[in-house]
């Protein structure tokens, strides 16, 4: 199955998706993060790896990252988790998308007819 | 180790695959190859009977029509920013650092007083243009040559060394232009002046390759993982 390119409202919001991943399991690997995400979703959701990896770079260039690397099942992992600062960027993150979503919600649900 | 996680043998088949691809940097194909082998234990596991190349082109076809390539992209782009950033760390360090300050102004002080008295006293053979000349070329080209040699597994494409490697020519012009004019001065003073003042370039840009030089020992001590990594599945 190909994937195909990822709801502009999701990859928008995938750097958020990707520090809430990493503050509930702490430590995760690229493959287990979008396995995550189609599991969680129930196959709703398909974060494809043109979107995801650029996305961890970015995070990793700006601090809110860290990374390790063992061998695991014969092959170099690498583990992404939180630093210091990226736990505190999850918060405002995950606020601030909450809040945005309420407020698409109040738009999606008002009835033109009132306004 | 399940049934569907992969042998020594069967990771060896998936980096030739990634590498028939266009991605034969090993810090790349290291990159790539966790995700990808993940993928491909993902539909043995789904599908016993599927074969291991089948496999491969199902995992392949699932990174999207542009392949492992946005992967290779964003890790290429992270290294060789990390690397950048800790290269001008390095240089602001050495160059704020008021001791080497000292040893440059003491140098070009040493270089300025003995063209001077070699001039006035007929002994030009000694702190003469054609010594700057040569501790300029030794500089340029020797040091950088000798330190590509030193890291044998450095290839044109390695991000760690297109991070930093291509400022060596910025560097080496600036020096060139301050001096090299092409109408020295002719006064006595104004030529001894631009020759200290290439003495300090020269010590900079010393400097500059030293940091190189720490910058990529840092990269290759990093990244020794992936190099040892890819000798034991390669053998």
């Known amino acids: 199955m190909k994937q195909a390119e990822p709801n502009p409202v999701i990859k928008g919001s995938l750097t958020t998706i990707i520090l809430k991943l990493l503050a509930e399991n702490g430590r995760m690997y690229g493959y287990e993060m979008t396995r995550s995400v189609r599991e969680?979703?129930?196959?709703?959701?398909?974060?494809?790896?043109?979107?995801?990896?650029?996305?961890?770079?970015?995070?990793l260039e700006d601090g809110s990252l860290e990374t390790t690397s063992e061998i695991v099942d014969g092959r170099v992992r690498k583990y992404y988790t939180l630093s210091h600062s990226g736990r505190k960027e999850t918060v405002v993150k995950i606020n601030a998308l909450k809040d945005a979503i309420e407020s698409l919600q109040i738009i999606l649900n008002s009835n033109p007819a009132n306004g | 180790m399940d049934?569907?996680?992969?042998?020594?043998?069967?990771?060896?088949?998936?980096?030739?695959?990634?590498?028939k691809r266009g991605f034969h940097e090993p810090l790349t194909v290291v990159e790539i190859l966790d995700h990808f082998a993940c993928k491909v234990e993902e539909k043995m596991k789904a599908n016993p009977a599927i074969s291991l190349e089948n496999a491969m082109v199902e995992a392949h076809a699932d990174f999207g029509p542009l392949g492992f390539a946005p992967i290779?992209?964003?890790?290429?782009?992270?290294?060789?920013?990390?690397?950048?950033?800790?290269?001008?760390?390095?240089?602001?360090?050495?160059?704020?650092?008021?001791m080497q300050l000292g040893v440059?102004?003491?140098?070009?002080?040493?270089?300025?007083?003995?063209?001077?008295?070699?001039?006035?006293?007929?002994?030009?053979?000694?702190?003469?243009?054609?010594?700057?000349?040569?501790?300029l070329y030794f500089t340029t080209i020797i040091f950088p040559v000798a330190m590509l040699l030193k890291y044998k597994q450095?290839?044109?494409?390695?991000?760690?060394?297109?991070?930093?490697?291509?400022?060596?020519?910025?560097?080496?012009?600036?020096?060139?232009?301050?001096?090299?004019?092409?109408?020295?001065?002719?006064?006595?003073?104004?030529?001894?002046?631009?020759?200290?003042?290439?003495?300090?370039a020269v010590f900079y840009y010393t400097l500059s390759l030293f940091t190189m030089?720490?910058?990529?020992?840092?990269?290759?001590?990093?990244?020794?993982?992936?190099?040892?990594?890819?000798?034991?599945i390669k053998g």
């Open chain 1, 40 to 59: 969680i979703t129930k196959n709703k959701m398909d974060i494809t790896e043109a979107a995801l990896y650029p996305a961890l770079h970015k995070l």
């Open chain 2, 154 to 200: 450095n290839r044109k494409q390695n991000p760690i060394i297109n991070a930093i490697m291509y400022r060596l020519a910025i560097i080496y012009f600036v020096i060139i232009s301050v001096t090299c004019q092409p109408e020295p001065p002719s006064s006595l003073r104004g030529l001894t002046f631009l020759l200290a003042l290439g003495t300090v």
């Open chain 2, 213 to 232: 030089q720490a910058t990529m020992k840092k990269g290759y001590a990093d990244s020794a993982i992936y190099y040892d990594y890819l000798k034991t």
């Open chain 2, 72 to 98: 290779a992209k964003a890790f290429e782009a992270g290294v060789n920013k990390k690397y950048k950033t800790i290269y001008r760390a390095g240089l602001r360090k050495a160059f704020k650092n008021p």
């Open chain 2, 104 to 135: 440059a102004l003491l140098a070009a002080f040493v270089f300025y007083k003995g063209y001077y008295w070699a001039y006035l006293h007929h002994s030009n053979h000694i702190f003469g243009t054609n010594d700057m000349g040569a501790l």
């Open chain 2, 3 to 19: 049934n569907a996680t992969l042998s020594k043998a069967q990771l060896h088949v998936l980096i030739s695959y990634i590498e």
